[in-house]
């Protein structure tokens, strides 16, 4: 048995899954970001798997990736920072504690 | 029987990072998940490296497991209390949360089964650092240059989030 693509797509999906358990019912605010983290990377996996397999001459999907991490890196930036920003308010990193803005 | 090696290798990176992620969504202390996040993002790497993306392996490496994590670290150890290590960490949807995950799984590796069967690579992986490099800087040159305003944007509001009320003119 060799490893072929959907053995790549699988573990992916995996991992997404993982990572919407994750951030439907985590509490604290940081570890939503670790899960949108984590669904992240299941889609770069995806993207990097489907470059190997699919167009082997070619590196759009890798490139891609670059693009993916560079967000994750400026959400993942703004996110702490608000996270910093209304835990010296608030106290806490709870998100049933953050009702500030009732609607 | 002369591809069992990477069959093996991919079965255990599979194997590390599913269990890495599910202690990263269950760990009860947030530090120590963050860790499991940062060895997680390392096997995601190795997985990138197995896949014969290279530069994107080493990239993954520094971006994430070197910059990410390590501001994420330092956010938890600023914004983490004693009491913490004792509240429970999920809210009261877990159940449904758990049966909505499970089921945009299933749904995805059925249809990844169905679609996608039986495609295995026919090349060999070969470096891609100079062809990525030409491809930034060439066909996806417009969006190189938006991501990097996209960056300035970030750092700036980042900046801004991070400034006390008096500063904040």
Known sequence: ?103 | MEQTLPTMVFALLSVLLIGLSLVVVTARSVFRGAIALTAALGVVAGLFAFLGADFVAASQLLIYVGGIMIIMLFVIMLSQRPQDQYDRQTNEQWVWGAFFALAVSCALIMQFRSVYRGIFATTVAMPTTASIGRLLLGDMVVPFEAVSLVLLAALVGAVYFGLDDKDRT
């Open chain 1, 1 to 103: 048995m060799t490893v072929s693509l959907h053995h790549f797509l699988m573990l992916s999906a995996i991992l997404f899954g993982i990572g919407i358990f994750g951030a439907l019912t985590r509490r604290n605010v940081l570890g939503i970001l670790m899960s949108i983290e984590l669904m992240f990377n299941a889609a770069t996996i995806n993207l990097v798997a489907f470059n190997r397999f699919l167009h082997p001459e070619q590196v759009w999907g890798q490139g891609l990736v670059i693009f993916v991490m560079t967000l994750a890196a400026a959400e993942a930036v703004v996110g702490l920072s608000l996270v910093l920003a209304i835990y010296r308010n608030i106290k806490s990193v709870y998100t049933e504690k953050m009702n500030i803005l009732h609607g």
